[in-house]
T-cell receptor
């Protein structure tokens, strides 16, 4: 069975540009969460989507947005990139039933470098 | 405001001995806890979980202990193996919500 997949693996952008990161959850999982991990820190929560609706949002500026598609895949968009957006972006999926917390399984991440 | 803390950035243990990784949290609403293992250039790999209704969960060489009154959890690895060398993150969540991660502990198991 395929795990969580993310694309691209690596990405280099310049300040001010826009980026779209993609994630496909484990088959049968309906919830997708996005995290940002900078060097030396743990993952920081950005968004959670469940059944195509936003269920949670972390403390990130409006330059960050996301959506979930009918097939439960998801995109994370970041506008007006800053140097500080350079990080590993992780996607996690979980089955989630009726609001109880479920284990999140992570993809390999997308390494974004902003120059 | 760091709601989940791993105060030991690194830990070295001899192969075959016990590794104990610690994690403290501040939010009494957290009711589900996970441990992840992470190798460089990979996403975190789920290891073991525990809900707040339990104080211990065991899976092979891995055991997680939860002390709710102290807001403390620990991961025990027995016996430690060189392949266990990685960064370990604890994560906590209130019901149906996001996970908060600690800053990680880098475990080195010395052959």
């Amino acid at each position: 069975d395929a795990g969580v997949t993310q694309s691209p693996t690596h990405l280099i952008k310049t300040r001010g540009q826009h980026v779209t990161l993609r994630c496909s959850p484990i088959s049968g999982h309906k919830s997708v969460s996005w995290y940002q991990q900078v060097l030396g820190q743990g993952p920081q929560f950005i968004f959670q989507y469940y059944e195509k609706e936003e269920r949670g949002r972390g403390n990130f500026p409006d330059r960050f947005s996301a959506r979930q598609f009918p097939n439960y895949s998801s995109e994370l968009n970041v506008n007006a990139l800053l140097l500080g957006d350079s990080a590993l972006y992780l996607c996690a999926s979980s089955f989630d039933v009726g609001g109880y917390t479920d284990t999140q399984y992570f993809g390999p991440g997308t390494r974004l470098t902003v120059l | 405001d760091q709601q989940v803390k791993q105060n030991s950035p690194s830990l070295s243990v001899q192969e075959g001995r016990i590794s104990i990784l610690n994690c403290d949290y501040t939010n009494s609403m957290f009711d589900y806890f996970l441990w992840y293992k992470k190798y460089p250039a990979e996403g975190p790999t789920f290891l073991i979980s525990i809900s707040s209704i339990k104080d211990k969960n065991e899976d092979g060489r891995f055991t997680v202990f939860l002390n709710k009154s102290a807001k403390h959890l620990s991961l025990h690895i027995v016996p430690s193996q060189p392949g266990d060398s990685a960064v370990y993150f604890c994560a906590a969540s209130p019901t149906g919500n996001q996970f908060y991660f600690g800053t990680g502990t880098s475990l080195t198991v010395i052959p």
